[in-house]
């Protein structure tokens, strides 16, 4: 298996291209914050807070993502996107895919800065009632610059 990381930038690239493979393979001193049917966990390398998401595949999407984009690269596409539409998210900063001889997606991550922000409850214990204004607010703003969910 064979396992390809795609930078957004030069700049990170330079900064990053000694990035270890087996740092996308959850190292102990990560922090799992997320561990259900996708992985999430934080890590520092080169002085950045990393945040990598780590996709589970089946053998059907393993085939499907032989002939389409993995989540991976459309996370990283989507982050770029929204960036450029002045939308506020965490600094992408690349994606890997691991495939078989075959070309067959086996596994794929998405790695981006990470930024500590309040989880629901705690955003609701502080700002109430108001958040779901807020949140309707942001929404409408996402439909206005022309990002629309599916």
């Given amino acids: 298996m064979r396992t390809n990381i795609y930078f957004q930038s030069p700049r990170d690239e330079n900064k990053f291209k000694s990035l270890p493979h087996s740092l996308l393979c959850k190292p102990a001193e990560s922090s799992v914050i997320h561990a259900k049917r996708n992985t999430i966990w934080i890590t520092e390398q080169y002085a950045t807070t990393m945040v990598i998401k780590r996709f589970s595949h089946g053998v059907k999407s393993n085939f499907i993502y032989t002939f389409r984009a993995s989540k991976a690269k459309r996370s990283l596409k989507n982050a770029v996107e929204l960036t450029r539409r002045g939308i506020a998210t965490p600094r992408p900063i690349a994606y890997a895919e691991a495939r ?20 629901y409850n705690e955003a609701l214990s502080v700002y109430g009632d108001s958040l779901i204004d807020d949140f309707a607010e942001f929404v409408a703003e996402l439909h206005v610059k022309g990002i629309l969910h599916n």
């Avoid at 070309?103 to 990470?114: A, K, P, T």
């Fill in 100 to 119: 078989n001889a075959l070309g067959i997606l086996q596994r794929s991550w998405y790695v981006s800065e990470y930024k500590k922000s309040l989880s």
